[in-house]
């Protein structure tokens, strides 16, 4: 039986983690459990399911190791002006809100393009008026779409929606039937279009704090069970998804000590998983969180100092995760490992996320892409991952929390971020960061 379900998951194009192959041998009735126990008892198995949707990919992963430079689009780049997008804009969203003249593949191809005007302009002046009618007709997509494309295109429409026009009731109308895409979808695209619609509207239709942790106990739960919680077993899409939606909305709380070890615990346990994605994304989180839980030691503290290094050492908040030397033992072996598994392109951003994971731990100030190599004047250059934007200027990601929050809003916006980011004021808030003329 053991055999056959391998090898259905090899023809599957799903792998198993490593946890899950040490439980082969577990008899079968105990190999179920309810995913609704415990976090620790329900660990399944990690799977690769790989889903190609072109531009609107919900599974394109927008990370540390994929971001190189960002394009801005010009109003006219795709030959239109301002005046017809907005008029091709304003059909579209008539033909939304006109379900009973429409079929199933016509509104596919209706909210394709919704997306692609939303995303690539920011569009408030023609969203805003009627964004309440608009809301209710993507929701009756979410609810009772007829394909998995209208589904996910009304997810990633609906998200779109409340980023350009944000509200602080909205997230109590879409949360219910977001939520039971994600749990109850037929089609995993659709499932992880909820998760990253979920991250979405909770930090920007105005959920309450306990609502935010609501929703990342929902991610995390999903983790643990490596998807089984929301019947997708072995599927590392999903199990990604969640792992950075999580590290989303973390990153924009101010105080995580209550949620912390939990989440590292089962961001340790993802490290051994066959997905390279997964793995990068359990990296991530955990420099996250270490970022999050230190601070400078105070000049009466004793900090954590780093080796022939002057100046206030670090000191944790409150407890991070209890078996630090063993993680930093982790996160090195990672940093250095080889694999035929992987492909050369996947190793080389393990090797990477793992070796800034691996500064982040000794230093957990060191944000990504941190260098110690030193300039002419002694000092470090410091966090060097920079975004090319318009101007011949460079955006400067320095801290794990910008990246993350920049992860999130780039699987939403993809290429019309830096449209967003200099347009939206809801956009611009949630990541101000310096930015920086090119001498080159």
């Not at 105070?298 to 409150?318: A, C, H, I, R, W």
């Not at 990477?352 to 892409?369: C, H, M, N, W, Y």
């Not at 992860?407 to 971020?417: C, I, M």
């Amino acid at each position: 039986m053991h055999d056959l379900r391998r090898q259905a998951l090899l023809e599957s194009k799903k792998t198993v983690s490593k946890k899950a192959q040490s439980k082969q041998s577990t008899p079968a009735g105990s190999k179920h459990a309810s995913p609704t126990g415990s976090r620790s008892a329900s660990r399944a198995r990690n799977g690769n399911l790989s889903d190609d949707d072109g531009n609107f990919s919900d599974t394109t992963q927008w990370s540390i190791n994929s971001i190189d430079e960002l394009i801005a689009f010009d109003d006219d780049e795709d030959g239109r002006t301002q005046e017809q997008w907005v008029d091709a804009l304003n059909q579209r969203i008539d033909l939304i809100c006109d379900r009973k003249r429409s079929s199933a593949h016509g509104r596919e191809e209706t909210l394709r393009g919704f997306i692609f005007d939303a995303t690539r302009h920011y569009a408030k002046d023609v969203l805003q008026p009627k964004a309440d009618e608009l809301a209710k007709y993507l929701l009756k997509s979410v609810k009772s779409g007829v394909t998995e494309r209208e589904v996910t295109y009304a997810l990633k429409a609906v998200a779109l929606l409340i980023i350009t026009v944000p509200s602080e009731t909205v997230f109590d109308a879409v949360y219910a039937p977001i939520r039971a895409v994600v749990t109850d979808a037929q089609h995993p695209t659709a499932k992880i279009a909820g998760i990253n619609a979920l991250g979405i509207a909770t930090i920007y239709g105005g959920a309450a704090r306990d609502t935010t942790e609501e929703v990342m106990d929902l991610f995390l739960e999903i983790v643990a069970s490596d998807g089984e919680f929301v019947g997708e077993p072995d599927n590392a899409d999903v199990v990604a998804a969640a792992i950075e939606e999580w590290g989303f909305l973390a990153a924009q709380l101010d105080d995580l000590s209550e949620l912390t070890e939990t989440a590292v615990d089962t961001f340790v346990d993802q490290l051994d998983s066959n997905s390279s994605h997964v793995q990068i994304a359990a990296g991530e989180n955990i420099a996250l969180l270490y970022e999050k839980g230190v601070r400078e030691a105070d000049d009466d503290e004793s900090g954590e100092q780093v080796p022939g290094e002057e100046g206030p050492g670090t000191v944790e908040k409150y407890t991070i995760y209890r078996q630090k030397p063993l993680l930093v033992a982790k996160i090195d072996e990672l940093s250095r490992a080889s694999s035929k598994r992987v492909s050369k392109k996947d190793r080389k951003a393990l090797h990477q996320i793992f070796a800034d994971l691996s500064v982040t731990l000794e230093k957990p100030t060191r944000g990504p892409r941190y260098s110690k190599a030193q300039d002419e004047d002694g000092n470090e250059y410091g966090s060097r991952m920079k975004i090319f934007v318009k101007g011949n200027r460079r955006m400067i990601i320095d801290e794990w929390w910008k990246l993350h929050v920049l992860n999130g809003l780039k699987r939403l916006l993809q290429g019309g971020f830096l449209v967003h980011h200099e347009l939206n004021e809801v956009v611009y808030e949630s990541l101000q960061v310096d930015v920086e003329e090119d001498d080159d």
